[in-house]
Each structure stands twice: as structure tokens, then as C-alpha cells.
């Protein structure tokens, strides 16, 4: 079982260079202005696929029809958002459950280029206009932009939301917009943007794909509250009829003032996109069979291998297909609480790994289908391979002394078992570093530094990683280990972890091809210490401290490759994870009424926004309707 993915014209008039370098750089940041020209696009490192003016991109079917409806099961994406229901529509804070893709519903400055790493062009904004260095950006906004109920969108949104954002989003929003010093709005149509001066080259694409938020609602509604009532927003759907713990849709919105830019057209094709609610997998599994959802993307191998028999399988209703996944595949594993005294010793978390056999976990629970994970950056050129590189010893000599030895050599990798599911060889070698680590074995039972049992639980949220686990729990038990697994309900699961209050929890981290601030959230030592954050291993390290700035202060795309591949080494010889498994395929199975463009675009797979409802192919099986 894989985790889905533990997330993105020019105007006439110009300010003076003069009025922006005096309100963009108060203190020691004042300089002489420098304007660097209005561009239609952002990227970190500059490059740009698109000129300013393309038609549309590349991997859309710009004759897409509108209309239809796709129906799929709730996942879980990010922030605050939970699989099982819901009891808020506002995403963008720490508190309460808010459903899957309400982001559909808010505008953005800029919107991403999928078949580029990190590039992104105007969707509010016609273009941005970096000044002083890139200590500020001016961003050029569109004068047709409105929000649902007619009003114009202004700079005085956009620069509302950047500082409610900053100060009372969710933890990984803040953490994201650390940098930012503030924004205001120099006239209805130019939103200046302030940096700090330490800020990294991704932060202007983050601000960039910041939601934008309504300052007129938002005096009468309290952005710190979680509500139900649909929000004010400007985006190519809202929220339309909804059921709290059943189901949300989001209808389309015919008149959306953005629907004709280059970076919409072929985009936003379903009239209706509806998200099921259910409290446990099996049910949601029997209603798509019977066609109550259409689209499921499968990430439990047993199913995919198994289950996938049913009669619209077999009469070609439903397909079941494979699409390439070329993103890095990321990090997914069982992260240790380093918080917790009884994981402080790497040699503790090392052990522990060894007890989980993956060889015959893949063999006999995946079907053969999952390859191991090894890196923090699996699937991508940000991997450590092999012995470290001139390049990569140049930022790690300085903190050899800090670093053990393990990160000098070839990059700690995953112990490879005889796939019997008991390597005796194996667990001898955690029983020694247990030992090693002053662990004591009384009997049958392992005491720890305390002189107690020792025991750890494996949080979830799920049944259906029990099968996986049970056999990894074995094993510990036969080092001495009391280990037990607990599964909560998503709600009690997303506030434990958001309080720290776990022993190991199962999460899968997915990263973008150019690294950016959110991975301070994911192992910084000032995320370890913020409740919310996606530090679930409690990493406060100096070293991967000072390493995640070099990768994020990078000034080409090979130097931050480099960075990363150093960051890598020094994250795996600490042994926060054990690693857990990836495929480099979406498996989809949908019932055979959609349209979708040839290829996906290489660095994401953009269903909602990308397919369309085909009616032709609806009609013949019988759900025109």
C-alpha cells in the first residue's frame, strides 16, 4: 500500500521606481531602485518554457469539452484535511477538517506549469516585476479579475491575504512565508511584495501561488474560526451542494472571469466535481464497483492485484489503467518520535528497522509491485548514489566532527532481508545495537534505559496497513519489544500527530523537482518544535539546519542538487524512518466515461483539471446521465 501524495497582461500602469524602493526596503534593505522588467512567468532559476504568447500548455487538450461530472473518494492532500469527512470550508487554517480541493475555489497570482519544475505564469497577475535584487516583487494584476459575487479583485486583496496568511495560516503557510515582510497595495491594480533580504529564490513562487482571499469578507468572518458556511472566493468552481461526513461538490463556474487565459484553456472541464465521504475503505471500494464514484486511484497493491475483478471490469466499463508517476517519489515510511527519550539513540531507530522485512512483505502482501525506498529524495537527481562527490564533501567536511562516519561512505541504504519474513541474520544485528545502545534483555522481555519494558506503538489512521504491520510487530516482539498498533479515527489521527503525540506514524512525504521553503516544515529544528508541522521525527539538527539553506539558497540547479544530495546522506545516517516502499505508476481504475489528454504532464497528474466527461463513451454504457 502506497500513501497518497503527506501539497500551487500586462498592465498600463507603472510605479515609479522611487515609491516601490521606498516603501519595498525600509532599514538596511534601502537602496537606490532597480526595476528587472515586467516578465509574464516565474522560475526559480529563470528558465522558462512558455513566451508570453503561448496560447496554452502544451499537455492540455485546448478543445476539452465542458460539462459532466467525475465522482471520486476523499483523499487526504495536505493541511488540515481529512479522508473521512469534514466539518469546515476553511482550508487554510490549523483548525478543524476542511475536504479535499478546496483550493479549486481561490485564484492565485500565478498558477504552475506542469511540464516544467517550478515555473509559473500569470493567472491574477499579467506579470511580476522584481525589484532591488529581489529583496520585493511588484505584481501586475488583471483589472477583469472578480471574485463569485461580481466585486473586483484588487491589490488590496491580494495583499490582505499575504499578511493574514503569514499570520494566522496554518503552521506550514507561516512557516512557508517566514520571509515575508509584508505586502501593500500601491493601487488597485499593483501589489507590492516585501522580502526580508534572507529570504530564498522560491519564496516570490510561493507568494505567487498563495490563495487569495477576500478582505471584504473576511471583515465580517473570522479567518481564525473554522465555519461551514462556503467562503467568498474567485476560482473556477465553488462550493455547490454538500452533506457534512457524506459528500461536497464543486460546481464550475460557467462565467469565471480567468476562463479564456492561456494558462486555463483546457483546464476546469468538469461541470461537477464530487468528493465521497466513507469511514472505511471497503465501503468506498463497492460503491465505485457499483458506479457511486467513477474515478479511484488505488493504492493498496493487494486490492489492485486481487480485487479488480468484478463484472464492469470484465464487459470493459471499467479500465484499469497505468500512467507514469516521473515526480521524485519522496519520502514514505514509519517516522520515529525522536521527541520521545526512548528513540534518542539512533542506534535504538536502527535496530528497529531491521526487524521490518520488505523482501517478503513485497513478495507476499504487494504482489511484487513496490521497489524499496532508500532516499528522502527517492526517484529523483536530489538522491544520494554512491560515494559523495567532490562537490558534496566540500559541504559536509566542515561539520565532520558533527556527522558520523556513515555519511562519508557510500548512503545508508535499507538492510535487504532473505524474504523469509524472520531473517534471524538480520535480527541478531538489531538485537546487538540495542544492546550496544544499553537496552537489556530480561527474559523474553527487552527493558529499556528506565529499567521498563520497552514498548513503542505504531499509530494510523486505517486498517488496511494492519496486514503490513502485524508481521513487522512479530518481529519485534521476538527482540523483546512490546509493539502495538493503534488505529484512530482520521480526526484523532490528524490532531495526535499535530501535537506530537505519537510513538511511530506512517506518512509520506512528496517533494517538488525544485526544492522549496516547505521543506524547512519537513526537517528544520524550528518545525520540530511547532505543533502542525510535517517535522513528525522532531529533527533539530544543525547540520540539516544549515544544509537545507544551501539547497534553498542554491543559485543553479545543479548546486542544489548537490545540497540536497549532501542534506540526503546526513538525514539517513540519522535513522529517523524506516523506509518504506514507492512504484513510479499511477494505478487507476475509472469507469470508461472520460477524456484525458495523451500524455500527463511530467511533474504531476492533474486529473480534475485536465480530463473531461465524454459523453459518447457515457452513453454507451449506460451513464449518459
Not at 58 to 87: H, L
Not at 136 to 153: K, T, Y
Not at 396 to 422: I, K, N, Y
Request: some cysteine; hydrophobic content about 40%.
Amino acid at each position: 500500500m502506497s500513501r497518497p501524495r503527506d501539497p500551487s497582461r500586462r498592465t498600463v500602469l507603472k510605479a515609479s521606481a522611487a515609491a516601490i524602493a521606498a516603501a519595498a526596503l525600509p532599514g538596511p534593505f534601502l537602496a537606490p531602485a532597480r526595476a528587472e522588467g515586467l516578465r509574464h512567468g516565474l522560475s526559480v532559476f529563470g528558465e522558462l518554457k512558455y513566451a508570453s504568447d503561448f496560447p496554452h500548455f502544451g499537455y492540455v487538450n485546448a478543445e476539452a469539452p465542458k460539462g459532466g461530472r467525475i465522482i471520486f473518494t476523499a483523499p487526504s492532500w495536505a493541511y488540515n484535511q481529512n479522508p473521512q469527512t469534514f466539518n469546515t470550508f476553511n482550508t487554510f487554517i490549523l483548525k478543524g477538517d476542511a475536504p479535499p480541493r478546496m483550493e479549486m475555489c481561490f485564484d492565485t497570482l500565478m498558477v504552475r506549469a506542469l511540464d516544467e519544475p517550478d515555473a509559473l505564469y500569470g493567472l491574477v497577475a499579467s506579470g511580476a516585476e522584481t525589484v532591488n535584487g529581489g529583496n520585493a516583487i511588484v505584481f501586475h494584476l488583471r483589472p477583469e479579475a472578480r471574485f463569485h459575487d461580481g466585486s473586483r479583485l484588487t491589490a488590496g486583496d491580494v495583499a490582505f491575504s499575504l499578511e493574514v496568511l503569514k499570520e494566522s495560516g496554518h503552521p506550514q503557510i507561516r512557516q512557508a512565508l517566514l520571509e515575508l515582510v509584508g505586502a501593500e497595495a500601491l493601487d488597485d491594480s499593483r501589489v507590492l511584495v516585501r522580502f526580508s533580504g534572507r529570504q530564498t529564490r522560491q519564496l516570490p513562487l510561493i507568494v505567487a501561488g498563495m490563495p487569495i482571499l477576500s478582505r471584504r469578507y473576511y471583515t465580517a468572518y473570522d479567518f481564525t474560526q473554522s465555519v461551514l458556511t462556503p467562503p467568498l472566493s474567485s476560482g473556477p468552481y465553488k462550493v455547490g451542494r454538500h452533506e457534512v461526513g457524506r459528500y461536497v461538490e464543486y460546481h464550475r463556474v460557467k462565467d469565471w472571469w480567468g476562463k479564456d487565459l492561456p494558462v486555463s484553456v483546457g483546464h476546469h472541464n468538469f461541470d461537477v466535481i464530487r468528493i465521497e465521504f466513507y469511514r472505511e475503505r471497503t465501503a468506498a471500494f463497492e460503491a465505485f464497483k457499483k458506479g457511486a464514484t467513477t474515478y479511484q486511484e488505488e493504492f493498496t497493491s493487494k486490492t489492485w492485484a486481487t480485487e479488480y475483478t468484478f463484472p464492469a471490469v470484465q464487459d470493459g466499463r471499467v479500465l484499469l489503467k497505468e500512467f507514469p508517476d516521473n515526480r521524485p517519489a519522496g519520502a514514505q515510511g514509519w517516522f520515529f518520535n525522536t521527541r520521545r527519550d526512548k528513540f534518542a539513540d539512533p542506534r535504538v531507530r536502527r535496530a528497529l528497522g531491521y526487524a521490518f522485512d520488505f523482501e517478503w512483505s513485497n513478495q507476499v502482501l504487494f504482489y511484487g509491485l513496490y521497489t524499496r525506498t532508500q532516499s528522502f529524495f527517492q526517484n529523483s537527481a536530489m538522491m544520494a548514489t554512491d560515494l559523495p562527490t567532490e562537490a558534496e564533501l566540500a559541504l559536509l567536511e566542515p561539520f565532520r566532527d558533527r556527522l558520523p562516519d556513515a555519511v562519508f561512505g557510500e548512503p545508508v541504504t535499507a538492510p535487504v532481508s532473505d524474504g523469509s519474513g524472520f531473517d534471524r541474520r538480520l535480527l541478531r544485528e538489531a538485537a546487538r545495537l540495542l544492546e550496544e545502545a544499553g537496552l537489556k534483555r530480561d527474559g523474553a522481555t527487552l527493558l529499556g534505559l528506565d529499567g521498563k519494558p520497552f514498548t513503542v506503538e505504531f499509530l494510523d489512521n486505517s486498517p488496511s496497513f494492519d496486514r503490513i504491520i502485524q508481521p513487522y510487530l512479530r518481529n519485534l516482539e521476538r527482540l523483546g519489544i512490546r509493539a502495538t498498533s493503534r488505529t484512530v479515527d482520521p480526526a484523532q489521527y490528524q490532531a495526535r500527530l499535530n501535537d506530537f503525540d505519537f510513538d511511530i506514524a506512517s506518512r509520506r512525504y512528496a517533494l517538488s523537482a525544485t526544492l522549496s521553503d516547505t521543506v524547512r516544515d519537513f526537517w528544520s529544528s524550528k518545525a520540530a518544535a511547532t505543533p502542525g508541522s510535517s517535522n513528525l521525527s522532531g529533527i533539530s539538527d544543525p547540520v540539516v539546519d544549515a544544509l537545507i539553506e544551501t539547497a534553498l539558497a542554491a543559485k543553479s540547479r545543479e548546486a542544489m542538487y548537490v545540497a540536497a544530495r549532501a542534506l540526503d546522506r546526513v538525514l539517513r545516517a540519522g535513522y529517523y524512518w524506516v523506509p518504506q516502499w514507492n512504484k513510479p505508476t499511477h494505478t487507476v481504475a475509472m469507469w470508461d466515461v472520460f477524456g484525458y489528454p495523451e500524455e500527463p504532464p511530467f511533474y504531476d497528474f492533474p486529473v480534475e483539471s485536465t480530463w473531461w466527461f465524454d459523453a459518447d463513451k457515457a452513453a454507451k454504457i449506460g451513464m449518459a446521465g
